[in-house]
């Protein structure tokens, strides 16, 4: 018991590193997007907004993997010891790779491989999250419970569109820097990416709700 009230705190604390910081990377984004700005300061507002990213790209692995271990303890989720390790190894493979991509290396061939890597992860991810939410929502398990499903759903949807924002970023990197073919990047995407984000902290909101309360 005493494993599974620290690994909750440990859940909770995780959440709140990734929501906060998530605010300061929207605010950096107005900047960016800010067309009255200079391009050097918008450069600048976007390199601020990638660094403080890593702590909420850090906080959504780590979530995920301390969520599942609850669920293994607290009985909501039929899985075995073997596959729990499996989740935790991948976590920390993930880990290494937001850090090493987004704050450590240097663009180049390596960083590149590497963010392959760390897409393919995200996908899988992704594919299996879904996956067992719908099945489990459908025939009863493995998840045993409809709200821990529904969670796993939810989850697999921010991880989406976690992705598309990454390759958003990606379009203003170049536009801001004068990739030749990205120019108005930032200004045809902000407002699709301000949407993208506000579903993103619905949807959060929502996978809290679904934890604190246990609905159904």
Do not use: Q
């Not at 909750?8 to 709140?16: E, G, K, R, S, T």
């Not at 907004?49 to 039929?78: E, H, K, N, Q």
């Not at 663009?107 to 299996?128: E, N, Q, S």
């Amino acid at each position: 018991m005493k494993a599974y009230v620290i690994l909750d705190f440990l859940h909770v604390l995780l959440f709140a590193y990734w929501l906060g910081p998530d605010w300061g990377v929207f605010v950096c984004g107005r900047r960016v997007a800010n067309p009255e700005l200079s391009r050097e300061e918008r450069l600048r507002f976007l390199k601020a907004s990638v660094a403080i990213d890593i702590f909420p790209r850090s906080a959504i692995v780590l979530i995920m993997a301390v969520g599942l271990t609850l669920a293994w303890l607290g009985g909501y989720m039929a899985m075995g010891l073997w596959l729990l390790v499996l989740i935790w190894i991948v976590a920390a493979i993930w880990l290494l790779l937001v850090w090493f991509i987004g704050y450590i290396l240097e663009p180049g061939p390596l960083k590149a491989r590497l963010d392959a890597v760390h897409v393919a992860i995200r996908h899988a991810a992704t594919a299996v999250l879904l996956g067992v939410g719908v099945y489990s929502l459908l025939v009863g398990g493995p998840v045993a419970t409809r709200w821990l499903a529904a969670k796993l759903i939810l989850v697999a949807i921010l991880i989406a569109l976690g992705s598309v924002l990454r390759v958003i970023v990606g379009s203003w990197s170049r536009d801001l820097t004068g990739v030749p073919g990205s120019e108005g990047a930032v200004a045809r995407s902000y407002p699709f990416t301000r949407k993208l984000v506000f579903t993103f902290w619905l949807t959060s909101i929502t996978i809290a709700f679904l934890g604190v309360t246990k609905p159904f």
